[in-house]
């Protein structure tokens, strides 16, 4: 989750306050859901007026390729 984190933080852009007309600046980001779809909500301040403003990143879900499915290790016996 954390590698998910820093991806969605480097492609972060920050919004313009729609009062103020300038760069709002990042306030935190935190998991909105995890299972089936990853979403982190970003939260932005304006260091003016001091609006509040939130942006979302949304991943793919993550699913394995066909013919690419886990399946069980096969535990050798010592006979």
Known sequence: MVDRLRSAAERLEAPTCPDCHIEMKWFRSELLADEPTP?????????????????????????????????????????
């Open 39 to 79: 979403i982190i909500a970003h939260l932005f301040v304006c260091p003016h007026c001091k609006r509040a403003a939130q942006t979302e990143t949304i991943f793919k879900a993550d699913v394995p390729p066909v013919g690419k499915l886990a399946t069980p290790r096969s535990t050798a016996s010592a006979a």
